[in-house]
């Protein structure tokens, strides 16, 4: 027979099988105040608890832990590595943290490029990347004012290529 879970789970040592909001509003700040503590692999072991006790309540924990943590916590919670998040989090902070180097600055204004056009750079004219990185540019910067300019210079349509030419 399992172990009666006392009301009172302070340490989340036994989780109950049902969490009431109450229940799950305290391990939610359980777990928030272990990340801000930095002890990630004790919160990430009582999200994982709550989570077989009631998935339900893991999931709605879960859905306010993306609301209450940064990105990083956020990310070191759920063990992403460092290097996944790393220069994304910097370009979304403006921060000047460590650079990503030109071939990933390529790749990361590839993926713009065809999310955006739903084409390559490789299919587009040259264009002085290089410069633009070496300046430091984000890829979304150079997308937004250099590679619009480009492609208007070339001919280009870029309302038709938005799609709303």
């Known amino acids: 027979m399992p172990e009666e879970c006392p009301s009172d789970f302070d340490n989340l040592k036994c989780v109950p099988d049902h969490l009431t909001v109450y229940d ?3 391990a939610q700040n359980l777990i928030i105040n272990r990340v801000k503590e930095g002890q990630f692999e004790d919160a990430r072991v009582w999200l994982e608890k709550v989570m077989r006790a009631d998935r339900t309540s893991g999931m709605l924990i879960v859905n306010e832990l993306v609301k209450d943590l940064t990105v990083i916590e956020y990310a070191q919670l759920m063990a992403v590595p460092k290097a996944k998040y790393e220069h994304v989090v910097a370009e979304w902070a ?3 943290t460590q650079r990503i180097d030109f071939d990933q600055w390529m790749k990361d204004l590839d993926n713009l490029v065809e999310r955006k056009f ?3 750079i490789h299919d587009l004219p040259d264009m002085n990347f290089r410069d633009a990185y070496d300046d430091g540019e984000s890829p979304a910067d150079f997308l937004e004012e250099d590679f ?3 492609l208007e210079n ?5 309302e038709e290529l938005l799609g709303g030419g």
């Open 148 to 150: 619009r300019e480009a």
């Open 154 to 158: 070339e001919g280009f349509d870029v």
């Open 94 to 96: 403006g921060a000047e």
């Open 118 to 120: 739903g084409m390559s």
């Open 24 to 26: 799950r509003a305290k």
